[in-house]
């Protein structure tokens, strides 16, 4: 099954809005084939597995795969009648599917047409590939995350100005892989103006980038000249997302000249935030990565937008009272949570309660 995890994550942010899933057919206790799914549309891992196999399996062969097979046609016919067909007689399953379709069914049919299923094999890994996948199949919502990086008194911002990074080169590229997983990413207008960033993912041997939406109620980054999101390769990726009633004619035209596309939110500005998930909903954006300054980690917080978070703590402190701390009070409580040291740093991860 650990196996079958590396072979899903091979297709790491590329699925959407379908699972990672990886599949592997063992014969005498050896893997003789292998597969994943690479993107939406493309045939799914049980197949590729199949597929690899080339021939029929044995009487004793077993496929583990990470998630529940589908049931239901789709894209692709159901993976339950091709694993039946080829004759597989023991599937060895990570997590159930959260799809209201599947959700036990297609274990339920297997096992009805003489397969034997063996379920919940390294489940909590298994269903941790697909955040974004179990929260939008279940909620039609953009899985919201909201990610910072702290010092150890909760600052996001560092006193000294010569060294802006607070976590270390390995955290910080640890967030790189996390932006390739994340459809969107968004920042605060104070974040484009103090640190001018790429938000792009730069992965070893590779670049992409994510839809990315800067939250500028009244358009204060209207004219602004030599900011990285209005002028590079991607810049028709580049979303600003202002309040309507703050909309001015000219900053709209100067966007447009600019090439930059621009959301206009409507209702009261106490409700902007909300306004946006929703807009990001109904335009099928299914994950979120707020990259949050004090300012908008706190808004977010306050609003129980996010259903994740992704807190990078480095071990420092900051002394800049001049930042305020991304939260006050205690932690939020973090459900199925996740810690790993990364370098000197430390990333807890979790749903939100």
Same mark, same amino acid.
């Given at each position: ?11 790491? /942010? ?5 699972p990672? !899933?990886g ?8 893997? !003789?084939a292998e /597969?994943?799914?690479?993107q ?8 590729m ?6 021939? +029929?399996?044995?009487?004793?062969? #077993? ?14 016919p159901?993976?339950? &009648? ?8 023991h599937? #060895? *399953?990570?997590?159930? %599917? ?10 339920d ?6 397969v034997?299923?063996t ?6 890994d298994?269903?941790?590939? $697909?955040?974004?996948?179990?929260h939008?199949? !279940? ?5 919201v ?7 150890? %008194?909760?600052?996001?911002?560092n006193? %000294? ?11 910080r ?5 996390w ?17 001018n960033?790429?938000?792009? +993912?730069?992965?070893?041997?590779k ?9 500028d ?14 002028? &590079?390769a ?16 000219s &900053? ?18 106490? $409700?902007?935030?909300? $306004?946006w ?6 335009? +099928? ?13 706190? /808004? #977010?917080?306050?609003? &129980?937008?996010a %259903? ?5 703590y480095?071990?420092k ?8 701390p ?7 409580q973090?459900? +199925? ?8 740093? !430390? *990333? ?6």
């Open positions: 099954m650990r196996r079958a995890i590396e072979l899903a994550r091979q297709a790491w /942010g590329q699925t959407h809005p379908n990672m !899933v599949a592997v057919i063992v014969e005498d206790g050896k893997i !003789v /597969g994943y799914h690479a939406a549309g493309a045939p799914h891992a049980e197949v597995a199949l597929r690899a196999l080339g021939r +029929s399996p044995t009487a004793q062969s #077993v496929l583990y795969v990470t998630l529940e097979p589908c049931c239901t046609h789709g894209r692709t159901p993976c339950v &009648d091709a694993i039946v067909s080829a004759g597989i007689r599937v #060895v *399953l990570g997590a159930k %599917d959260p799809n209201p379709q599947h959700a036990g069914k297609g274990i049919i297997l096992r009805q047409r003489g034997a299923v379920e919940g094999v390294l489940a909590d298994c269903a941790d590939l $697909n955040l974004i996948f179990n939008w199949i !279940v909620h039609r919502q953009p899985f995350a909201l990610k910072v990086a702290s010092t150890m %008194d909760g600052r996001l911002v006193r %000294d100005k010569a060294q802006p990074f607070i976590t270390g080169e390995l955290a590229a640890d967030v790189q892989l932006r390739r997983f994340f459809p969107a990413i968004a920042v605060s207008v104070n974040t484009l103006l103090a640190d960033p790429r938000l792009t +993912s730069r992965l070893p041997g670049e992409s980038c994510p839809r990315r939406f800067v939250l109620r009244n358009f204060r980054s209207a004219g602004k000249v030599g900011l990285n999101l209005f002028q &590079d991607y810049r028709d990726r580049t979303v600003v997302v202002g309040l309507k009633s703050a909309a001015k004619a &900053d709209l035209s100067w966007y447009e000249a600019e090439g930059i596309n621009v959301w206009l939110i409507d209702g009261p500005n106490e $409700n902007f935030l909300m $306004n998930v929703t807009r990001c909903a109904h335009d +099928s954006i299914y994950g979120i990565l707020i990259e949050a300054g004090p300012t908008l980690a706190a /808004g #977010v917080l306050a609003e &129980d937008l %259903d994740y978070l992704f807190a990078y480095a071990p402190l900051s002394g800049n009272t001049d930042s305020p991304w939260i006050e009070g205690d932690m939020p973090l459900q +199925s949570s996740r810690t790993r040291v990364i370098g000197q740093d !430390v *990333l807890f991860r979790g749903y939100l309660a």
